[in-house]
Structures are given as structure tokens and as C-alpha cells.
């Protein structure tokens, strides 16, 4: 099922993500100006624009990664003030950059434990990784995403598809509210497009929110409920896919044209 059709009609459902006439300045350049935008829980936004539209300064700030210089940003209820990437993680908020943050010399189960490791004590007194335990859970987070991947295998032998794959269920065991992913299906074959995209769409089926941020537009028909774009730091569209074709997306994403849908 697309994700577009498990979003509810949001009555009186408040969003998990809302942002307030954020703005952001670097110096005299204006990077985001008056952004609002909603997301709820189970909804696929895909955030589109062209290189220096703000989509990375947006989903920095998101993300914790920097401040906004003007506005409001609220979050799962709360109003968020410190903007902080482990806080935010903290919060809920896990971002998949395209480098995707992963330790290649470790295999998969330390992966997706990387910086929150779980330890046991030796006799009772010397507190040593819990490896055991870490590959268990691992792998029982990889089979609810139908995920599979060799749990002692370093990460740097697998294929770019199947680092996606790791980082996502790392994401989806820390119980991520919001995913922001960066171009997931960049550089991957066929095979695993496929399959990534999949995992999008079963992420939303559990109620996880997604930001995607992509250049391939099929994949936005595909998985998107939502898309949102960005001109020179504004936002110049945000309608539903079925409302939209690919030719008004691009004209948005060129010229800065609205489109209300």
C-alpha cells in the first residue's frame, strides 16, 4: 500500500514535525526564509529543490545540526530549543546522510549499535561488550524489516544497497520517529532500488515519518504522500503527488512558481 493512503485525514491529529517561519542567515545571505511545514507520523515527504534551494540547511536544522535564525520548530508535542544532533536523535530524529555515518571495519550487528553500545560485566566487575546480545537484537531487528544481511560481515565488504539497508534498521531499533534520508538510491543497482524503496514504504507502514530527499522524481511517485519544494530558500510547492506531475515539480523547483494542490 502507498504511504499516501495510510495517512489519515489529520483531524484534529496534531503533526509530529511543525515548523513556524523558519529562517536562517549566513552573514547577508539568506539561506531559508519563512519555511513552514507540517509532517505527520506514516508520511513519506519528499523535500525536493535544486543545489542552494535549502534543503540541507532545512534538514541540518531538523536534525539538530544547526539553529535556526528565525522561528519555531516543534517536535513529537514539544517545542524544541536545544538544537543539538545527539538531542535530537535523543528525540526521535535520525538522519541518513548519503555517507551514512557507518564504521566499515565493523560488521553489522556493532553497526547498528555503533555509539550506544551494550555491555555486560565479567565476573561481576569489568564491563565488556555484550556482542552476544548486540548480534541477537540485530538480527531480530533486521527480520522485522525482512532484511538480510550476514551480522558478522564488516560493513565495508557489503554492497552500497546493503549499507542503506543497515543504516535504516539501525534507525527503525532506535525507534526513530522521523527519518531523514538523503539521496538513499543513489549509486545502488536495480536490484536494491527496488528494494530500499521498499524499506521506505515498510518504515511508513509502521508510522515512522520520512523525509526523502531525492533528484530520481520516479521514486517520488513511487513512495511520496507528500512533496515540498524549495526555491532559493523559500518554499515555492507542496501538494500531493497525485495532484502533481513532473513537469510542474521542476518548473517549481526552476522558477520558484507556487502551486497550491
Request: glycine share 8%; charged share 25%.
Amino acid at each position: 500500500m502507498k504511504s499516501a493512503d495510510r495517512v489519515s485525514e489529520r483531524a484534529g491529529q496534531a503533526p509530529l514535525l511543525s515548523l513556524r517561519s523558519i529562517g536562517k542567515r549566513f552573514g547577508a545571505v539568506q539561506a531559508l526564509r519563512d519555511i513552514d511545514l507540517d509532517i505527520w507520523p506514516g508520511e513519506v515527504l519528499a523535500l525536493l529543490g535544486d543545489n542552494g534551494a535549502g534543503k540541507s540547511t532545512l534538514v541540518k536544522i531538523i536534525a539538530g545540526a544547526q539553529a535556526p535564525s528565525a522561528g519555531r520548530m516543534h517536535f513529537n508535542d514539544q517545542t524544541v530549543r536545544q538544537f543539538d544532533p545527539r538531542y535530537a536523535r535523543d528525540l526521535g530524529i535520525e538522519t541518513l546522510y548519503q555517507d551514512l555515518a557507518v564504521a566499515e571495519n565493523l560488521d553489522v550487528a556493532a553497526n547498528i549499535f555503533l555509539g550506544r553500545e551494550r555491555k555486560r560485566r565479567l565476573l561481576g566487575i569489568f564491563p565488556i561488550l555484550a556482542r552476544r546480545e548486540m548480534r541477537k537484537q540485530s538480527a531480530l531487528a533486521l527480520q522485522k524489516l525482512a532484511i538480510e544481511l550476514p551480522l558478522r560481515q564488516p560493513v565495508g565488504e557489503l554492497s552500497g544497497g546493503q549499507r542503506q539497508a543497515v543504516a535504516i534498521a539501525r534507525a527503525a531499533y532506535w525507534q526513530a520517529k522521523l527519518v531523514i534520508m538523503d539521496e538513499p538510491t543513489a549509486a545502488i543497482g536495480v536490484g536494491e532500488h527496488a528494494a530500499i524503496l521498499h524499506l521506505i514504504q515498510t518504515l511508513a507502514a509502521s508510522g515512522v515519518a520520512v523525509i526523502l530527499i531525492t533528484h530520481t522524481m520516479p521514486d517520488v511517485w513511487q513512495v511520496a504522500s507528500r512533496i515540498t519544494v524549495l526555491t532559493r530558500g523559500e518554499k515555492a510547492l507542496d501538494g500531493k503527488p497525485e495532484s502533481l506531475d513532473e513537469n510542474t515539480v521542476v518548473k517549481a523547483m526552476l522558477v520558484g512558481k507556487g502551486v497550491a494542490a
